[in-house]
């Protein structure tokens, strides 16, 4: 699965010093952004809000995305079982019931 | 916001050589393991599912959390505004309308 994290890395920080008595070693920094949580689904909004009028569901129960990787998103196709495999996550959908 | 990022650092390589011709400088290895989607939710289930009987629904609108980040979860508490404002992200709730 195609990651979104975003790392910034001082690559210029490759070069090493001999070490001498009284200067430090240098190292190199990297930063880790926080990643987000929907790589793909509809980036050019501001915020992705679905609605749902639920007398016009037409199934018993119908589940909905939590994962934010779904190909049928709003609604759950499943895709949390692959991310939950690659990265030991636990997510799952939200399942709407008629009764 | 706490991060549940991985990452495996090589830490012992910060050690540098002399450069020489015809050999390589070390250099450190940075393996970042995708992110969870869910960092505190109910871990200790498989997977986090959650229903709703529709005609249970009290309130006109009931928004439910895609973030993983609501204090009142499977609710949105409005939590995707702070992981939106970190990271960048675009989610928003899935809201559920009764009419």
């Known amino acids: 699965m195609a990651s979104s994290l975003n790392i910034f890395s001082n690559v210029n920080g490759f070069g090493c010093t001999k070490p001498s008595v009284g200067s430090q070693q240098r190292r190199r920094m990297v930063v880790v952004k926080a990643e987000t949580i929907n790589p793909e689904i509809r980036k050019t909004e501001e915020k992705v809000v679905d609605s749902v009028v639920v007398t016009e569901l037409s199934k018993n129960i119908t589940p909905y995305c939590r994962c934010w990787r779904s190909g049928t998103f709003p ?16 997510v799952g959908p939200l399942l709407l019931k008629k009764q």
């Open 75 to 90: 609604l759950c196709d499943g895709s949390h079982m692959k991310h939950n495999k690659a990265t030991g996550d636990n």
